[in-house]
Nanobody, 119 residues
């Protein structure tokens, strides 16, 4: 059974850095593509960053490219999202997601962690 549990969110100021984590169980990174999404109040869910199966490719959304970094720690079965130079518009609930297929919709989602950036 796949489980994804996010942690590390919080309240920070603009320009600060924050790292959120996604602890996984039932996931082998060689078989699953992993991603981070976010959703702000009143807005649609937005793709933030993703890693292909077995690390085959790393992708970022346009609004975070150059500021955020996604990584996967095989030893700890954890996916991280390092967020630098945070802006108030980065405020959202951040969700971890996983899928078995190399393309298409994500099958598994975590409960989310709130990130709030004050100006």
């Amino acid at each position: 059974q796949v489980q994804l549990v996010e942690s590390g969110g919080g309240l920070v100021q603009a320009g600060d850095s924050l790292r959120v984590s996604c602890a996984t169980s039932g996931v082998t990174f060689g078989n699953y593509a992993m991603a981070w999404f976010r959703q702000a109040p009143g807005k649609e869910r937005e793709f933030v960053a993703g890693i292909g199966r077995g690390g085959a490719g790393i992708f970022y959304g346009n609004s975070v490219r150059g500021r955020f970094t996604i990584s996967a720690d095989n030893a700890n079965n954890t996916v991280y999202l390092q967020m630098n130079a945070l802006k108030p518009e980065d405020t959202a609930v951040y969700y971890c997601a996983a899928r078995l297929s190399s393309v298409g919709k994500y099958d598994y989602w975590g409960q989310g962690t709130q990130v709030t950036v004050s100006s």
